[in-house]
Nanobody
């Protein structure tokens, strides 16, 4: 199975920054589109940002201008740089990998907690 391991979650004050990392193992990283999702207790899991194999990024309106997704295929890693953090950014952040070749497959990491608290 493809394995995804997130790291970088922490407690941070409003206005602060964090950088999340997700390392993918078990398959060829370059064939996967990658994404970051987040889920707060009692809430649905929502897309935060995604990036295609070619590096084209998409962001949720709530994080545009503050978050940046990037990938390093040589390191099998996707990143989420989070700046100007707000309390409403508090959630468990999950890394997602979507296989772009058939058969289609989807994988999730275990999540990393981000808490923005004053």
């Amino acid at each position: 199975q493809v394995q995804l391991v997130e790291s970088g979650g922490d407690l941070v004050q409003p206005g602060g920054s964090l950088r999340l990392s997700c390392v993918v193992s078990g398959s060829s990283f370059s064939i996967y589109a990658m994404g970051w999702y987040r889920q707060a207790p009692g809430k649905q899991r929502d897309l935060v940002a995604s990036i295609t194999n070619g590096g084209s990024a998409t962001y949720a309106d709530s994080v545009k201008g503050r978050f940046t997704i990037s990938r390093d295929n040589a390191k099998n890693t996707v990143y989420l740089q989070m700046n100007s953090l707000k309390p409403e950014d508090t959630a468990v952040y999950y890394c997602n990998a979507r296989r772009t070749l058939l058969p289609a497959r989807n994988y999730w990491g275990q999540g990393t907690q981000v808490t923005v608290s004053s």
